[in-house]
């Protein structure tokens, strides 16, 4: 995959959370999803999604600490690109 013109390479887990990020970009991907993306029927506690997260930002974000790609939507899951429109 490349970012910004430069070519990185993704663990397995990583390719998959992220391929299910992008296909659903711009909308909230629940935490239940990703984690079976990434880890199918393998069993994954709670925090191993969010460190997963956080290494990916670190892989394809300018700058981890400002999620520009990849946001964290409350306790529910995560989205890729734009943020969510909130209804009114």
């Not at 990916?56 to 989205?79: E, F, H, K, M, N």
């Amino acid at each position: 995959m490349y970012v910004d013109g430069h070519l990185v390479h993704l663990p397995a887990r990583e390719a998959a959370a992220l391929g299910l990020l992008m296909a659903h970009a711009g909308q909230v991907v629940y935490r239940a999803a990703l984690t079976e993306a990434a880890w199918g029927t393998e069993p994954a506690h709670h925090n191993d999604l969010d460190r997963l997260i956080r290494r990916l930002r670190r892989r394809i974000q300018p700058s981890p600490l400002s999620p520009a790609r990849l946001r964290r939507v409350g306790d529910t899951g995560y989205t890729f690109g734009s943020a969510p429109v909130e209804s009114s």
